[in-house]
C-alpha cells in the first residue's frame, strides 16, 4: 500500500524535476541571457556571490529536511498508538539548542551579507588598480590620430558611456568621442564596448525607472528618473550580447532589449570614427532620395536625428547609422538572417556570441515591418497594429497635439513605405 503510493508519486515528481532542471544542461550554458556563463570580472564576482549562497542553501536544506524526515518517521503513528493521549504536553524547548540556532542563523546571514555588500561596493566603480593615473586624458586626441595609435591607448583605459532609459529603448552617449544625444550623435539600442577595457556606465531616464542588464557581462542597476545611478563593465571575450530592460517599465517592457558589441579596441576606434560620419546624400532621382523627402514631410525628422540630413529630432531613436545595426526596434527585431546565423554559431562551436553580418533582406522586412505597424498608418490601413511592440511611441501626433499634423500627413502608401526604408537603408 505504502510503497504503490510511493511509486505514484515518483512517477508524478520525477518528469517535473526532469523538466525543471532541464535549463540547466551544459548544452543551454551558452543562452543568450545567461548568468551562468560570465564574460567580465563584475559577471564573475556576482556568479560568485550566487554559487555562495547556492552552497549555504544546499547545506541549511539538508540539514532542515533532513531533521523534517527523521522526525516523520521516527514519530509516525504506530498500532497502538491510540491508547497514548492525544496532545503531548508542551515542553519548554531546549535553551541551548535555541541559542545555538539563533547564533547559527546570525553567521549564515554574516556569511552571506559579506561577499553581497562587498560586491555592491566593487560594481559601483572601477577599481583603481584598473586605472593607470593620469592616462585618461590620452584618449580622445589619440582616437582622432590614428587607430593603431588607439588600440595602445585605449588599453587599460576607463572609457565612459552614459546610458539612458526610454519607454522602450535604450540610448548610449560616449561623451569622451563627442557622441551625445545634444550633440546629434548618440547610439540607441546597441551598446559597442571594446574588450577587456573597463567601462564606467553612468545611468539615467527620461521617463520611468529602467533597469540596466546584460546578464552575460553585468548587471543590474535601474536608470532612475532625477537621479544618476553608476557601475562598471567590463568584456573580456569579443561577441554579440544581449541586454535587457530588467525592471517593468510599462507596455513593451518585456520588448525593451539592446545588444551589447564586444570589438577588439582597433575595431572599436574604427566604429567610433564611422559613427561620427554624417550620413551620405542619396541619388538624385532613386528610391532612397524620395524616401529622404519622405522622411520630413511625413514628419518623421521631428522626432529622429539623422546628421547631415535633419537635425531637429531628439526624442527619438538617432537613426545616423540605423542600417549599421544588427537590431531594430530596441533590438526586438533581428537583422541578421537566421539562417546565415545559426551557420555562424555552428562554425564557432555553438557559440552564440558569434555573429552574422547584417542581412540587407532581412533589415529591409523589418523596417517595413516595424514602421508599418508602429502606428505609421498604412494608408489602407484602419489602425495600426502595434504587433512589434505594443504601446510604442512612434507616430506621436496625438500626444504633441501639433496643428497641422493629423493622421491624414503621416499616412504612408506601400510605396511610400518602401521608398522610406530604401532611405534608411543607406544609412550605414
Ligand atoms: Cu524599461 Cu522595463
Not at 537590431?327 to 557559440?351: H, I, V, Y
Not at 502606428?375 to 501626433?397: C, F, I, Q, S, W
Request: charged share 25%.
Amino acid at each position: 500500500m505504502m510503497s504503490r503510493f510511493i511509486a505514484r508519486v515518483g512517477l508524478l515528481v520525477l518528469p517535473v524535476i526532469a523538466l525543471l532542471t532541464a535549463g540547466c544542461s551544459e548544452a543551454d550554458l551558452k543562452v543568450r541571457q545567461s548568468t551562468f556563463d560570465a564574460k567580465g570580472p563584475v559577471a564573475r564576482m556576482q556568479y560568485d556571490i550566487f554559487m555562495d549562497s547556492v552552497y549555504l542553501v544546499t547545506v541549511l536544506f539538508a540539514i532542515v529536511g533532513g531533521l523534517l524526515v527523521y522526525a516523520v518517521i521516527r514519530f509516525r503513528a504506530r498500532p497502538g498508538d491510540e491508547n497514548k493521549p492525544a496532545i503531548v504536553e508542551d515542553g519548554h524547548g531546549n535553551p541551548v539548542t535555541e541559542i545555538l540556532l539563533i547564533v547559527a542563523s546570525i553567521g549564515a546571514l554574516v556569511f552571506l551579507a559579506i561577499p553581497t555588500l562587498k560586491g555592491i561596493w566593487y560594481q559601483d566603480d572601477v577599481p583603481e588598480d584598473r586605472v593607470p593615473a593620469g592616462r585618461l586624458s590620452v584618449w580622445y586626441p589619440r582616437v582622432e590620430g590614428g587607430v593603431e595609435n588607439y588600440a595602445e591607448a585605449v588599453k587599460d583605459q576607463v572609457l565612459e558611456i552614459d546610458v539612458v532609459g526610454k519607454q522602450w529603448w535604450f540610448r548610449f552617449e560616449y561623451p569622451q568621442f563627442g557622441l551625445t544625444n545634444d550633440g546629434r550623435r548618440s547610439v540607441p539600442n546597441e551598446l559597442v564596448i571594446p574588450k577587456g577595457v573597463p567601462v564606467r556606465i553612468n545611468l539615467r531616464s527620461e521617463d520611468v525607472i529602467h533597469s540596466f542588464w546584460i546578464p552575460k557581462v553585468a548587471g543590474k542597476v535601474d536608470l532612475m528618473p532625477g537621479r544618476r545611478n553608476r557601475m562598471w563593465i567590463q568584456a573580456d571575450e569579443t561577441g554579440h550580447y544581449y541586454g535587457q530592460c530588467a525592471e517593468f517599465c510599462g507596455d513593451s517592457h518585456a520588448y525593451m532589449l539592446f545588444r551589447c558589441e564586444v570589438l577588439e579596441p582597433a575595431d572599436f576606434a574604427r566604429w567610433v570614427r564611422a559613427q561620427k560620419q554624417d550620413a551620405p546624400e542619396p541619388p538624385a532621382g532613386s528610391k532612397a532620395a524620395e524616401g529622404k523627402a519622405l522622411f520630413a514631410a511625413k514628419t518623421c525628422a521631428m522626432c529622429h536625428n539623422v546628421s547631415g540630413h535633419f537635425g531637429a529630432g531628439a526624442f527619438g531613436p538617432d537613426l545616423t547609422h540605423v542600417a549599421s545595426r544588427k537590431s531594430l526596434a530596441g533590438a526586438w527585431l533581428d537583422n541578421r538572417n537566421p539562417e546565415a546565423q545559426r551557420a555562424a554559431e555552428a562554425a564557432a562551436g555553438g557559440n552564440t556570441e558569434a555573429s552574422a553580418p547584417v542581412d540587407r533582406a532581412v533589415q529591409k522586412a523589418n523596417l517595413i515591418r516595424w514602421i508599418g505597424s508602429s502606428g505609421v498608418l498604412h494608408a489602407e490601413a484602419a489602425e495600426p497594429t502595434r504587433d512589434v511592440k505594443p504601446g510604442n511611441r512612434m507616430h506621436y501626433y496625438k500626444m504633441f497635439n501639433v496643428a497641422g499634423l493629423n493622421e491624414t500627413k503621416t499616412k504612408l502608401t506601400p510605396s511610400e513605405l518602401d521608398a522610406l526604408a530604401e532611405y534608411l537603408l543607406t544609412l550605414k
